[in-house]
């Protein structure tokens, strides 16, 4: 129970390792596996300081007003660095959330129109990445809470992606006006 969720701390891994097992293999297995785990562990956390860093240095204004948004740490704005450049080619939102997928699809025939839910045609890593940072955002921004509160009762699926896009909206605009985001500042 102490240990129930998916985060590997360090008290985590140190009771896995102080297993005891019935048989010599098992244990070595598990020993393997061990050390397959923290290799693995070690060079995430080395790669992603190494492009935080870079981005630092490289990138530092857009780098550091994306980090001014609540819901966009260091890993989503190195992400949204790398995938998607100058933010200031987009020449509108609308173009941006085509580009990223935040925007519905839309079937048209003849004189037939409809929606069809999110378009198919994105780029889906930075979509997520931005649905992922939603959720952190409603939980630090009054303002970001307060216009997913106002939609409360429909679809959460669907309110996330409201959300998800009003802070497509903001990074854009922090990033047109080279001003850093004010939590609790409504747009």
Not at 45 to 53: G, H, I, W
Not at 171 to 180: E, F, G, R
Request: charged share 25%; hydrophobic share 40%.
């Amino acid at each position: 129970p102490e240990f129930d969720n998916d985060h590997w701390s360090h008290a985590f891994r140190n009771w896995v390792d102080s297993q005891q097992f019935n048989y010599p293999t098992a244990r070595e297995t598990m020993a393997s596996k061990m050390r397959t785990f923290r290799f693995i562990d070690k060079e995430l956390r080395d790669v992603s300081s190494q492009l935080r860093a870079y981005c630092r240095k490289h990138f530092k204004e857009d780098y550091y007003l994306l980090r001014s948004i609540p819901g966009i740490g260091g890993i989503v704005a190195v992400g949204i660095i790398a995938e998607l450049g100058d933010l200031r080619r987009f020449s509108s939102l609308k173009h941006l959330a085509g580009y990223v997928g935040l925007v519905p699809g839309i079937y048209q025939s003849g004189a037939t129109s409809r929606s069809m839910g999110m378009s198919p045609r994105c780029h889906g890593l930075i979509r997520s990445y931005y649905v992922e940072a939603a959720w952190q955002a409603i939980r630090t921004d009054p303002v970001i809470q307060a216009y997913y509160r106002k939609h409360l009762g429909k679809d959460v699926k669907k309110i996330i992606v409201k959300v998800a896009h009003k802070l497509l909206s903001r990074t854009l605009a922090v990033i047109k006006t080279k001003t850093p985001y004010e939590v609790g500042v409504v747009a």
